[in-house]
């Protein structure tokens, strides 16, 4: 996947008119790029995705990996687990980025039982689940639209399933919120993304990625029915967040 992917230069040049951000074409081309540089401590969440899964996922369960775009955490489940470990469903609403994460898939992991649907994680029919992965989806559906999502995935999981969420967080507190991104500003520009591309990527996400706080995720995943949920990963306003249905 690495060799097929181009450096993330999208916003590098001034737009007379910046339009809101999409995952097409360009950004499947140069997503891996995107996600190292712009959202922190990526790479530790994929990492724990198998050990948790080693935990809490009952031997030849199904997973769901709900925005999959180009399938990393279900390489980061293949390259740890048997193919005999787990079944896997990605699921993401772009051609594009279903389209690569299926060649990837047949090219990087053939004996496992992995597929990719290309549908509306809203109107999805779900399969009884050990393991369900949201990892920075949520926050670009229409808050509207999040609790009715999260109470169908409760409903789905098994006993003993684990729902894993990841999402940017707003802080309640504006003067935290406003340090929190600041830094989030320097985190880029330490890679090499300059002030020109952080602006006009903030507005092509504006509307478009809409942040809650923590409190407020938590306080959606206990309406959902999840009697426990906590947050076992934090790098300043990004988040993971584990919750668990009993059995």
């Known amino acids: 996947m690495s060799d097929a992917s181009y450096r993330d230069a999208i916003f590098s040049t001034p737009l007379d008119r910046v339009a809101r ?17 712009s959202v922190p401590g990526y790479g530790q969440i994929l990492g ?82 050990g393991m369900i992965i949201l990892n920075f989806t949520l926050q670009f559906l229409p808050a509207a639209d999040r609790d009715a999502l999260l109470a169908r995935l409760f409903a789905a999981l098994e006993p003993g399933g684990v729902l894993i969420l990841s999402e940017k967080t707003v802080d309640a507190d504006e003067r935290d919120n406003a340090w929190r991104v ?11 993304y300059s002030d020109l591309e952080i602006s006009q990527k ?16 938590h306080g959606r995943l206990k309406q959902a029915g999840f009697p426990r949920s906590m947050t076992w990963f934090q790098y300043l306003n990004f988040a993971s967040l584990i919750a668990f249905k009993e059995g």
């Open 21 to 37: 951000f999409s995952f097409d074409e360009k950004v499947v081309a140069c997503f891996p790029d995107m996600i190292r540089r």
């Open 48 to 129: 724990m995705l198998s050990l948790i899964a080693q935990r809490h996922l009952r031997h030849g369960a199904h997973v769901y990996d709900l925005g999959c775009s180009l399938g990393a955490s279900g390489l980061a489940l293949a390259g740890a687990l048997s193919p005999d470990a787990f079944r896997y469903t990605g699921v993401d609403l772009s051609p594009a980025m279903v389209a690569q994460a299926r060649q990837t898939f047949q090219q990087e992991c053939p004996e496992h039982a992995m597929q990719v649907e290309e549908a509306d994680i809203r109107k999805l029919e779900y399969a009884p689940s």
């Open 202 to 217: 903030r507005t092509a996400l504006e509307n478009v990625l809409v942040p809650d706080t923590l409190d407020a995720l």
């Open 182 to 192: 600041e830094r989030y500003h320097d985190f880029k520009r330490a890679n090499g």
